[in-house]
């Protein structure tokens, strides 16, 4: 009898762990988050658009390649919690700083750019990967859903679709994470150049959504969102959280693909019970309803958003801290490549879908 993924990944995310096994982790992700929240406050560094997410990764990754090594067996498991759950939660968190009216300012384009953003990106790596790079077409797949849907959660939902090797989504994740990385320093640089030389005719919450449409990781988008403004950061989060739900619908159809011809009934459920369902998606959904519907008392809302900002920055201390410098050597030449690519489609191309969606919709 098959079980939705989405079920089971409800019940392991509340799950107890072991205090003792996650808290040296927590610790540590959580000093690296109280430095970075702290940091944030100086004018010389929120004026660079180095917000307390940016800082968390930054001094992560530094520890990540320096220190970190030495306490990992100790932090592991806490570290993973953080860059897990504690995301996960954030970003259901993030729900109360939205309402319908700002989703429904996203609305029907935002569906239309992510939807094209995705469709183009995957195609044009899966068309790339075999015939310019000579890859292998599970791991041009496992990269291609990386960069056009949601990062590292997109290539291991793909991957028992695909049946891929563990070596595969290793270097797929590795793409994700130094392209995405990156992301989150340029796209703010990219939104101060355009204010400047007035390349696309872009307001705040559309940067917000070319952001969403085209960065990799949720944390990713946060935080670079965050180095724009806050009309940016709530637009790119609602166009990358649309983009996200996108994934159950692609899973689906590449399930199908996959499946088609002589493959036996079985092995087409077993691909379909293997289908991850990001649940964590629609559960920000409803905690936006709730806000929207003021059901909340006005009260409890600072405080939730406070705890929102930092279990995210504790996350992507997590994310820094995992974040190592011999991913580029595992990965290879071309698979980075071809990750390159795509990075600079979903710049310039991506920029290109917003403009003309923006302008047809407008």
């Given at each position: 009898m098959n079980t939705i993924t989405a079920k089971k990944n409800h019940s392991r995310f509340f799950q107890p762990v072991g205090l003792e096994r996650v808290l040296p982790g927590l610790v540590l992700t959580g000093a690296v988050t109280a430095v970075s929240i702290w940091l944030s406050h100086f004018p010389q560094l929120s004026q660079l658009g180095l917000s307390a997410l940016t800082l968390a990764i930054v001094i992560g990754m530094v520890l990540g390649n320096t220190l970190y090594p030495a306490v990992r067996p100790q932090c592991h498991d806490g570290v993973n919690l953080a860059k897990q759950r504690l995301l996960r939660l954030g970003i259901i968190l993030y729900g109360l700083r939205l309402t319908f009216a700002q989703i429904a300012d996203v609305g029907a384009t935002g569906i239309l750019i992510d939807?094209?953003?995705?469709?183009?990106?995957?195609?044009?790596?899966c068309w790339l990967g075999k015939k310019v790079f000579g890859l292998d077409s599970d791991t041009a797949m496992l990269i291609g859903a990386g960069s056009s849907i949601c990062g590292a959660a997109a290539v291991m939902a793909t991957e028992p679709v695909l049946n891929a090797k563990a070596e595969k989504v290793t270097v797929a994740v590795a793409t994700v994470v130094i392209f995405g990385t990156t992301a989150i320093f340029l796209y703010p640089w990219l939104w101060q150049m355009n204010l400047h030389y007035h390349w696309v005719n872009f307001s705040a919450a559309q940067f917000g959504i070319y952001t969403g449409s085209t960065v990799h990781e949720v944390a990713q988008v946060v935080a670079a969102g965050q180095g724009v403004s806050p009309d940016a950061e709530n637009a790119a989060v609602i166009a990358k959280m649309i983009r996200v739900m996108m994934l159950a619908p692609f899973l689906l159809l590449l399930s199908g693909w996959?499946?088609?011809?002589?493959?036996?009934?079985?092995?087409?459920?077993?691909?379909?019970?293997?289908?991850?369902?990001?649940?964590?998606?629609?559960?920000?959904?409803?905690?936006?309803?709730?806000?929207?519907?003021?059901?909340?008392?006005?009260?409890?809302?600072?405080?939730?958003?406070?705890?929102?900002?930092?279990?995210?920055?504790?996350?992507?201390?997590?994310?820094?801290?995992?974040?190592?410098?011999?991913?580029?050597?595992?990965?290879?030449?071309?698979p980075i490549l071809l990750a390159a690519v795509l990075f600079i489609w979903l710049i310039v191309g991506g920029a290109g879908i917003n403009d003309l969606v923006q302008r047809l919709f407008s």
């Open positions: 939807a094209l953003t995705l469709c183009s990106t995957f195609a044009l790596a996959k499946s088609r011809g002589n493959v036996p009934q079985t092995q087409q459920a077993g691909r379909l019970h293997n289908i991850t369902i990001p649940w964590f998606a629609l559960l920000f959904i409803v905690v936006a309803a709730f806000n929207s519907l003021d059901i909340l008392p006005h009260s409890w809302i600072p405080p939730l958003i406070t705890l929102d900002t930092v279990l995210l920055a504790m996350a992507m201390a997590a994310l820094g801290l995992t974040t190592h410098i011999s991913a580029l050597r595992q990965a290879g030449i071309k």
